[in-house]
């Protein structure tokens, strides 16, 4: 089972700026990782999957994977009130194959600031 | 293309009584997994399941819990004897296969069932 940890926030960023959401995980096997927002009340939706290290790029977000460090990071640039919600970090499935079970983090709570 | 589809959307039960949940996954979709969310708290893992089998119930609780998918109809999460601690919202996903090479097997959300006991 593959442990991630994320700060629960909230954090909180004036509309138009970057907001930088970090999770960190235990297992060095993990290949890729998933993110997903929550708004209250409402079911989670993937919005990014990066599998290798480096950026990756999609509209407003970058997705960052550090694999010697641990940790993958989630950055969007000119925050949006819409923005404001849950983000959920997930390792996604090794690259070898196989089942595995997907352990979200806690998530962090993101307030963009009108 | 309709989506996971969860009912009921909202579930009241008074202490003592059983709860069904009720999933259909996306067209296509044979893969199904359970989570459940505390209010202010992350998704935790309940249970995996395919067609007619339960692949990984590691999650679930060891008493009153218990999940299927049949070969025909929904997936149902059955709570036997709720409590009130049982009060939380239950979110069903769908993915069409597991991992193989760096082709993810994204999960599809349901909307949820907000389960209240009483």
């Known amino acids: 089972q593959k442990e991630v940890e994320q700060n629960s926030g909230p954090l909180s960023v004036p509309e138009g700026a970057i907001a930088s959401l970090n999770c960190t995980y235990s297992?060095?096997?993990?290949?890729?990782f998933f993110w997903y927002r929550q708004y209250s009340g409402k079911s989670p939706e993937l919005i990014m999957f990066?599998?290798?290290?480096g950026d990756k790029e999609d509209g407003r977000f970058t997705a960052q994977l550090n694999k010697a460090s641990q940790y993958v990071s989630l950055l969007i640039r000119d925050s949006q009130p819409s923005d404001s919600a849950t983000y959920l970090c997930?390792?996604?499935?090794?690259?070898?194959?196989?089942?595995?079970?997907?352990?979200f983090g806690t998530g962090t709570k993101l307030q963009v600031i009108p | 293309n309709a989506g996971v589809m969860q009912n009921p959307r909202h579930l009241v039960r008074r202490r003592g009584q059983e709860a069904r949940l009720r999933c259909s996954p996306m067209?296509?979709?044979?893969?199904v997994y359970w989570y459940r969310q505390l209010p202010e708290e992350g998704l935790k893992f309940m249970v995996y399941?395919?067609?007619?089998?339960?692949?990984?119930e590691s999650g679930m609780p060891k008493e009153r819990f218990s999940a299927e998918f049949p070969k025909e109809g929904p997936s149902i999460l059955r709570i036997q004897q709720v409590v009130r601690g049982d009060s939380a919202a239950y979110f069903c996903?769908?993915?069409?296969?597991?991992?193989?090479?760096?082709?993810?097997?994204?999960?599809?959300f349901g909307p949820g069932t907000r389960l209240t006991v009483l």
């Open positions: 996903a769908s993915s069409p296969r597991t991992s193989g090479g760096i082709n993810y097997n994204e999960q599809f």
């Open positions: 297992d060095r096997g993990s290949q890729s």
């Open positions: 990066i599998y290798s290290n």
């Open positions: 997930a390792p996604g499935p090794a690259s070898s194959g196989g089942y595995q079970k997907v352990t």
């Open positions: 067209k296509g979709h044979s893969h």
């Open positions: 399941l395919q067609k007619e089998n339960i692949i990984d």
